[in-house]
């Protein structure tokens, strides 16, 4: 048996990521899903060993679109490595996409789900693109009567990626087209085109810039009926197992998101049916947009975690200059700086889950749930990418090299702050919710208690009268002071470890530009590293 390598740490997994994580543990309970605990504990196991393994060949074997099969037939199969289906077969079958609707109207149950996912996205990001887009999809389709199966079938614990017709499978996956290349974001400015057949069918011809997850068994798109913009689900597959009238032009080549499709279409008359009124697209759109955006948080802060333990794993087992890494002072404070991030993006992601959970029963949680996904959105993510490549650092140059996940993370760390709406996106949809629902101004300032400690006090004074008259120009500079105020909120209601040293750099000022500027505190420092990872 070889020796192990000299001043190399050990393989980072097994891991059990939901013993690991103590934050985690307390958010669940703190939010309301303490119920749903040993559920979670249960896939924290599995994410940190089995998927963890099996995520890796999923990334390096990329999808690759078939167009035809060798009898000249058109196709249009998106063909993925064997561990892409397993690793959504766990998910799916462990509630990551469908856990809030099959235990509905059970509290707590958008938190758990939200914990699942969490888990899920520290491992395999790429795979939470169709996990997202499932579970967001159901309320949607719960709407419409004539789609209650699909509704029925996507909240179902069960993965079956085979191309048949929806009653010929006891679970489906849901993807989306929304954006067209003339439009982008302005998804007003649309021109696939919906003509009117019979009851709430339709035919589209078109085309979608972005159709993620090609593979799906059902797409919601957007098109121009007679009556304005309108959602539809278009299925892949006819009801008599033909396929449906589309075709795919070619995936996307990405910067990351590797185990996951993207891809271009063209819609050549294929059948689809009506979702919500004519001309209220956007508006039912919209329903799905706050589980998309809390999807975003949470991925965003899943990155940061995993980049977080791998930073601390290397650093307790390597060697530099004579003494460990970790012992080093600014290798400390640069980890320190780390952890109160992670878990403050963590903190607020699962405060925001509970608002979401809540909406249906509490206007005052609903009208938090609608303003917090945009300000969490918009602030976690743009996180994300310095936060990720700070970890790498810590490697040096083995957090640059693809046998580590660093890289797989920092190439994905910029997706989450792109789709679903991009920075400025989510800071103007901010000043419109201020602007035309008040009530999430008096729900954001609910949210903020007095009395926790005294930046805390300053800096909601300072919002109040900031908001009082807020202007575009500076929406950015508004939503990032909003952020941090619910941040420190929710970690000083939650007496959490890391509050005060939180509140005393992100809002008293006492923090540099870069992470690892920390007021020198060893003590404070060593509780925080300890908390973080065992």
Request: hydrophobic letters at 45%; aromatic letters at 6%.
């Amino acid at each position: 048996m070889a020796d192990a390598p000299a001043n190399q740490p050990p393989e980072f997994a097994p891991r059990d990521l939901w013993a690991d994580d103590a934050a985690l543990r307390e958010a669940l309970a703190r939010e309301g899903a303490g119920a749903f605990a040993e559920r979670v504990a249960v896939y924290g196991a599995l994410a940190g060993d089995v998927l963890y393994a099996l995520s890796f060949d999923a990334h390096r074997d990329r999808p690759r679109l078939r167009t035809h099969d060798r009898f000249g037939a058109r196709i249009d199969r998106v063909e993925f490595h064997p561990n892409y289906h397993l690793l959504m077969q766990a998910a799916i079958e462990h509630g990551v996409a469908g856990l809030s609707w099959q235990e509905q109207p059970a509290p707590g149950a958008h938190v758990a789900r939200a914990a699942l996912s969490y888990l899920h996205h520290q491992v395999e990001p790429g795979t939470s693109c169709p996990l997202t887009m499932t579970h967001a999809a159901i309320p949607a389709l719960r709407r419409q009567p004539a789609l209650a199966e699909w509704a029925d079938k996507a909240a179902a614990p069960h993965y079956d990626p085979s191309e048949l017709p929806i009653a010929d499978k006891p679970g489906v996956t849901i993807g989306m087209g929304m954006t067209e290349k003339q439009g982008g974001s302005d998804v007003r400015a649309n021109t696939t085109r919906a003509v009117p057949l019979e009851g709430d069918d339709y035919v589209l011809t078109g085309h979608k810039w972005f159709f993620s997850a090609p593979m799906s068994d059902g797409f919601l798109v957007l098109a121009q009926a007679p009556g304005g913009l309108t959602c539809f689900l278009l299925p892949r597959r006819l009801a008599d197992g033909s396929k449906n009238a589309f075709t795919l032009m070619r995936l996307k080549d990405k910067l990351g998101d590797w185990s996951n499709a993207s891809s271009e279409v063209e819609f050549q008359g294929a059948r689809a049916t009506r979702v919500g009124e004519e001309g209220r697209g956007v508006a039912t759109i919209l329903d799905m947009v706050m589980l998309t955006r809390l999807d975003c948080m949470l991925g965003s802060a899943a990155e940061m975690r995993m980049a977080l333990a791998h930073a601390l794993h290397h650093a307790r087992h390597r060697s530099a200059f004579g003494k460990l890494l970790i012992d080093q002072p600014l290798m400390r404070n640069v980890l320190a700086d780390l952890a109160i991030e992670s878990e403050a993006a963590l903190a607020l992601s699962m405060r925001v889950a509970r608002a979401v959970d809540a909406a249906e029963r509490d206007p005052r949680e609903a009208a938090l749930a609608r303003i917090g996904t945009a300000i969490g959105k918009y602030w976690i993510c743009k996180r994300a990418p310095a936060f990720v490549n700070e970890a790498q650092e810590c490697l040096g140059g083995a957090g640059y090299v693809e046998e580590s996940i660093l890289p797989r993370l920092y190439r994905q760390a910029p997706l989450n702050s792109i789709w679903e709406g991009s920075g400025n996106i989510q800071c103007l949809d901010v000043l419109r919710a201020l602007h035309k629902e008040p009530e999430t101004a008096e729900a954001f300032f609910d949210a903020l208690w007095t009395g926790l400690h005294p930046a805390l006090d300053v800096e909601i004074t300072r919002l109040r009268e900031w908001l009082r008259a807020p202007n575009e120009a500076s929406a950015r500079t508004l939503v990032e002071r909003m952020a941090l105020a619910l941040q420190a909120s929710v970690l000083l209601q939650a007496d959490a470890a890391i509050a005060p040293m939180f509140v005393e750099s992100r809002l008293a000022g006492a923090h540099g530009l870069a992470f690892g500027t920390l007021r020198p505190n060893d003590a404070t420092f060593e509780a925080i590293l300890a908390r973080a990872l065992p």
